[in-house]
C-alpha cells in the first residue's frame, strides 16, 4: 500500500516540461532551438554546456551579471537546471554573418591568449567557458566592451580581463568578426 502510494505520489510530481509552458517566458526573444527571435544583441544559447548555462541563470538571479531582460531575473531558482538542460540539448546553428575577412583574419593573431579557455578558435565549450565561434556579432561585441570597459562585471576570469583590457575598439572588432567567421 505504502509502496502504491510512493508510485502515485511520483507520478503526480509534474515533469520538467521543455516544450511549451516552461519555454514560453523566453520565447519573444529566444526561440526553443536557443537561436535569436531578433537580430538585436540577442545571442545563440542552443548547445551551450549544461554547467555554464547553469551558471549563467544563477548570476542573473544574484544581480552577480547584471541584465536588462526583466524574464532572465524572474527566473526561480529550482528551474535554472531545467531551462539550461533544455538549451544544452539543442543543435549550435550558426547564423551568416557579414564577416570581413580582413578583419578576422587579424583577429585570428589577437586570440592567441584566449586559446586556453575557449580553444579551437572559440568553438570549444568545457566547463565554465562558453562557445564563441560563430555567435552573433552584437553579443560577442557588447559583452568584450562590457568586459573592458566596465571591468567590474564580476562573472569575469581575472585572466581573461588581463587580456581583454590590452585589445582597442579596432582590436574588439577583429576579435568579433574572427569569431563570427569561425563558424
Ligand atoms: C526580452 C528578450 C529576452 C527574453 C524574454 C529572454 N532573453 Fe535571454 N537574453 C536576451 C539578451 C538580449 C541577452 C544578452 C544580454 C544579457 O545578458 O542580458 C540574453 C542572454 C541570455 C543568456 C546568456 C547567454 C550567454 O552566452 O551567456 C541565457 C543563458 C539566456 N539569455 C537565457 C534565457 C532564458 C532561459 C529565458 C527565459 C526564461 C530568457 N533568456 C529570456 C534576451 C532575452
Ligand atoms: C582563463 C580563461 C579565459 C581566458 C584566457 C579568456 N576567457 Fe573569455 N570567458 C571565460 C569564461 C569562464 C567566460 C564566461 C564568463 C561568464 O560567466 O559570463 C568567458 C566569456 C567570454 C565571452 C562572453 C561569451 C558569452 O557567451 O557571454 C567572450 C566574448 C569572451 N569570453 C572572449 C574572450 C576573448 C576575446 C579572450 C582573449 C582576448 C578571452 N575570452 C580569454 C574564460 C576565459
Known sequence: MLLRLCV??????????????????????HKKSGEPVKTDV??????????????????YATGKRPTEVAAHRQIPPHQQAAYAAHFAQQRWVSPWQPVEQKRAERGKSLVKGCERCHREGGRVQFDENPRLAGQRM??????????????????QPEKMRNFIGELNDEQIEDVVHFY???R
Open 42 to 59: 540577442t545571442p545563440l544559447i542552443g548547445s551551450q554546456n549544461t554547467f555554464y548555462l547553469t551558471e549563467v541563470l544563477k548570476d
Open 8 to 29: 502515485v505520489a511520483v507520478l503526480m510530481i509534474p515533469s520538467p516540461s521543455y516544450g511549451g509552458s516552461l519555454l514560453e517566458p523566453c520565447l519573444p526573444c
Open 138 to 155: 552584437a553579443y560577442l561585441r557588447l559583452r568584450l566592451h562590457q568586459f573592458r570597459t566596465a571591468g567590474k562585471i564580476p562573472p
Open 180 to 182: 563570427a567567421n569561425n
